[in-house]
């Protein structure tokens, strides 16, 4: 299988979805991760221009461990990312030249705006697909900010935690700051608990809209 994985800033790939790319990866599946925005504004005192270089460095880090296969940067404006038609035809020429089975953005609840411009552009590439005949893949919904709570997909992520959490780590000029690893790994356990049953420790949790 072949999957693209869009995030709006470095992290979000591994707090959203990375105990699920690793599987896909364990899988021998193709993961493509586009990082919409390199998260420069959340450099926490550092300036714009040095934070985009570390996160970059540090999603890269995180891509090696997850086992991503292509990692691509396409340096949007943080905490100003939009659904444009510049965005959408860049999103179809990848798709074009290489079709995938499964598209992850994340949820449109979340609460953070470029996570929800992240979801629009997911959305109206599935309509732009249809509409143009081309193959359409299923879209797998995660959560980074905002539980989700319409749940249609479950994937227990019990042998990939530790990697999973290795790779939030990576992203150390966030977690230095919220620790994100602790976060994640309480909602995974939950989730693990609660929906996994009886063997599942830790999972993730998707919307998934079938075409
Ligand atoms: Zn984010």
């Given at each position: 299988?072949?999957?693209?994985v869009?995030?709006?800033?470095?992290?979000?790939?591994?707090?959203?979805?990375g105990?699920?790319?690793?599987?896909?990866?364990?899988?021998?599946?193709?993961?493509?991760?586009?990082?919409?925005?390199?998260?420069?504004?959340?450099?926490?005192?550092?300036?714009?221009?040095?934070?985009?270089?570390?996160?970059?460095?540090?999603?890269?880090?995180?891509?090696?461990?997850?086992?991503?296969?292509?990692l691509?940067?396409?340096?949007?404006?943080?905490?100003?990312?939009?659904?444009?038609a510049?965005?959408?035809?860049?999103?179809?020429?990848?798709?074009?030249?290489?079709?995938?089975?499964?598209?992850?953005?994340?949820?449109?609840?979340?609460?953070?705006?470029?996570?929800r411009?992240?979801?629009r552009?997911?959305?109206?590439?599935?309509?732009?697909?249809?509409?143009?005949?081309m193959?359409?893949?299923?879209?797998?919904?995660?959560?980074?900010?905002?539980?989700?709570q319409?749940?249609?997909?479950?994937?227990?992520?019990?042998?990939?935690?530790?990697?999973?959490?290795?790779?939030i780590?990576?992203?150390?000029?966030?977690?230095?700051?919220?620790?994100?690893?602790?976060?994640?790994?309480?909602?995974?356990?939950?989730?693990?608990?609660?929906?996994?049953?009886?063997?599942?420790?830790?999972?993730?949790?998707?919307?998934?809209?079938?075409?």
């Open positions: 299988m072949r999957v693209l869009l995030s709006p800033h470095p992290d979000d790939e591994a707090i959203g979805c105990g699920t790319l690793r599987h896909h990866y364990r899988a021998g599946d193709a993961v493509t991760v586009i990082h919409l925005t390199s998260g420069e504004r959340g450099g926490h005192g550092l300036s714009p221009e040095r934070t985009g270089p570390l996160r970059e460095a540090e999603a890269r880090r995180a891509a090696a461990l997850l086992g991503v296969d292509a691509h940067f396409w340096r949007q404006r943080d905490g100003a990312l939009r659904s444009t510049a965005l959408l035809r860049a999103l179809q020429e990848v798709l074009t030249s290489k079709p995938v089975q499964r598209l992850y953005a994340p949820h449109g609840g979340e609460s953070h705006p470029d996570h411009a992240t979801w552009l997911a959305k109206q590439l599935i309509q732009t697909l249809e509409l143009t005949g193959a359409v893949p299923e879209l797998w919904l995660y959560e980074v900010w905002t539980p989700l319409r749940i249609d997909a479950v994937v227990d992520i019990g042998t990939d935690m530790a990697m999973k959490l290795r790779a780590r990576a992203h150390h000029s966030q977690v230095e700051v919220l620790d994100f690893a602790a976060a994640s790994r309480g909602l995974a356990r939950y989730r693990g608990e609660l929906l996994s049953w009886p063997e599942g420790e830790y999972a993730e949790v998707f919307q998934v809209l079938k075409p």
